[in-house]
């Protein structure tokens, strides 16, 4: 559990079972008693999950490699806070997206889209 500045950053086992009755795992970010998911792209049997260490047991096959994964996506989502002070998982709004575009053409003096 990685703490920032009253956030925390854990890996976590979700409890809702995917199509294949597996439960897939997911980064959990708290920043005022408020949580929102990452899912990290792995889903597991539950008893292939350490709840204390919260990783993956060795009795998995592929336990290193999902290991290595979840720390990097910490590692990413801590990096992250402290380059933008913030951490972005929401979606991607179509005027966000167009605001940046526009400010995009305007930096290329370019006053239109090709």
């Not at 086992?13 to 959990?28: A, V």
Request: proline content about 1%; charged content about 40%.
């Amino acid at each position: 559990m990685k703490k920032i500045q009253n956030s925390t950053i854990k890996a976590v086992l979700y409890s809702r079972k995917d199509k294949d009755g597996l439960y897939p795992i997911k980064i959990r970010i708290t920043k005022n008693q408020k949580s929102k998911f990452k899912n990290v792209g792995y889903a597991i049997r539950k008893v292939d999950w350490a709840k204390t260490k919260r990783r993956v047991k060795t009795t998995h096959t592929r336990y290193k490699e999902i290991n290595i994964e979840i720390e990097n996506q910490i590692k990413d989502l801590e990096q992250e806070y402290k380059s933008n002070g913030k951490i972005s998982l929401d979606k991607t709004l179509v005027f966000d997206y167009i605001q940046g575009r526009i400010k995009e053409l305007r930096e290329e003096n370019q006053y239109y889209d090709v």
